[in-house]
């Protein structure tokens, strides 16, 4: 079994920046994917950012430029560094990993952009 618990979401003006953080423990040996997904009320779980099993990083269109994915290998630890945050950016931002053929999914943050 892989945990996965994210942070730091919150309240925030538009324009304004948050950092999520997701700790990932138990098993976590042969993860090979990780990444970052957001839902908003009434639409579908959408990919955000991620790092996928043959290397390099997957960012959304809507996000390019804007937001940050990145890790910590030493605190098993992944961040989702989001700038210039506009109110289309609100949504519960969740975490996730890949094991094999299993998908793990962290409890969720809410991020919410609004002045």
């Known amino acids: 079994q892989v945990q996965l618990v994210e942070s730091g979401g919150g309240l925030v003006q538009p324009g304004g920046s948050l950092r999520l953080s997701c700790a990932a423990s138990g098993n976590i040996f042969g993860v090979n994917a990780m990444g970052w997904y957001r839902q908003a009320p009434g639409k579908q779980r959408e990919l955000v950012a991620r790092f996928p099993p043959y290397g390099g990083t997957i960012y959304a269109d809507s996000v390019k430029s804007r937001f940050t994915i990145s890790r910590d290998y030493a605190k098993n630890t992944m961040y989702l560094q989001m700038n210039s945050l506009k109110p289309d950016d609100t949504a519960v931002y969740y975490c996730?990993?890949?094991?094999?053929?299993?998908?793990?999914w962290g409890q969720g943050t809410q991020v919410t952009v609004s002045s």
């Open positions: 996730n990993a890949e094991k094999g053929d299993r998908n793990y």
